[in-house]
């Protein structure tokens, strides 16, 4: 028997911000379930989050600097889109999530 190999965060050349959600967590007819997402972890309480871009289409280079706030403790960081981890499937492992408005990109 043939065990399917778990998945495995995957980096991307660069990271495409159009995997917006709706602000309804209800099923969307057409929507694909295991699009990919960032995920950034906080560097005051390790506390890993989920990235909910609203930022249009746009591609982001992975030079790009984004300013985040944790979602848990408040702490605001600024993150370099390349150190973004991006996750096929998996959403529910992260409770928690942080909007990322275009304001808050820099490069």
Do not use: N
Request: charged residues 20%; hydrophobic residues 40%; positive net charge.
């Amino acid at each position: 028997m043939v065990r399917p190999s778990p998945k495995k965060p995957r980096l991307l050349s660069v990271i495409c911000a159009s995997t917006t959600e709706p602000p309804s967590t209800a099923p969307i007819p057409g929507k694909i379930d295991s699009m990919a997402f960032a995920v950034a972890t906080c560097p005051k309480c390790s506390e890993s989050f989920r990235l909910i871009w609203r930022i249009g289409g746009k591609k982001l280079p992975l030079t790009t600097v984004i300013r985040l706030t944790c979602p848990a403790c408040a702490h605001s960081f600024e993150q370099v889109a390349v150190g973004l981890v991006v996750f096929d499937a998996g959403r529910g492992q992260f409770a928690r999530s942080a909007v990322v408005e275009k304001s808050e990109l820099k490069g």
